[in-house]
């Protein structure tokens, strides 16, 4: 991978990242930079070229509201004894968001593959699918019913997406997949119902605005006492 392909980039980059890109480059995990996806105030996600296929590199910025993280961790069980300096937190946080998605592989839930973490960089699969926000379902009922499918699977990987919207959901040939994991919480976390209950009218507002007539408290039901 050359380094003059960061050029453009210089500026999201600093060289502890520039070192951890060169690092998974060298351990087979891209060949090379493609392009930016999205650039944003937590994170910056590329596309990268993986021989014939892309995948996708998102990296975290180290300039980011690591208390905000820290705050958000600190009553998840699994992360309740993180403490230390900004960089470690935003390093666990990207950790985080690569445990969440194995865990959900496990119950078949439609993620990114994840293939590596580094520090804050995040390797995974990568979809050629718009966000649901800039592509409505053709069959809204279909999709939704999709959609609440695999948060019901998502629930019995112990887990609650936590920030769910229309703008981290993809529409992948009308199908959902669900991306964004790193605010994700163990059922244990002391205020998951109350954030459940906030994915779920994220998206009543959305899928009633398409038509559809759908009552919130049954609907987060059917997510909040799914069974094996």
């Not at 112990?158 to 529409?171: M, T």
Request: charged share 30%.
């Amino acid at each position: 991978m050359s380094k003059n392909k960061f050029i453009a980039y210089e500026n999201v980059f600093d060289e502890s990242t520039l070192r951890g890109l060169f690092n998974l480059s060298g351990q087979g995990y891209f060949d090379n930079i493609e392009g930016p996806i999205s650039i944003g105030k937590e994170s910056n996600v590329f596309a990268v070229i993986y021989g014939k296929e892309k995948r996708v590199v998102k990296i975290y910025r180290t300039s980011a509201n690591f208390k905000k993280m820290y705050e958000y961790m600190k009553p998840d069980p699994r992360f309740s004894g993180v403490k230390g300096t900004k960089l470690s937190i935003i390093y666990t946080w990207a950790k985080k968001e690569y445990r969440n998605l194995l865990r959900a592989r496990e119950k078949d839930v439609n993620v990114p593959m994840p293939y590596a973490i580094h520090k804050n960089i995040l390797v995974m699969e990568y979809f050629d699918a718009p966000l649901l926000i800039h592509k409505a379902p053709k069959n809204p009922k279909v999709f939704y019913e999709r959609l609440i499918s695999e948060l019901q699977k998502l629930f019995l990987a112990g887990l609650v997406h936590a920030d769910i919207s229309e703008y981290n959901i993809l529409n992948d040939k009308e199908k959902p997949v669900l991306i964004d994991f790193s605010h994700a919480l163990d059922l244990k976390y002391p205020y998951v119902q109350r954030l459940l209950q906030r994915d779920v009218h994220n998206l009543m507002v959305y899928f009633n605005k398409l038509g559809l007539k759908l009552d919130e408290e049954k609907e987060f039901m059917r997510i909040w006492t799914v069974k094996n």
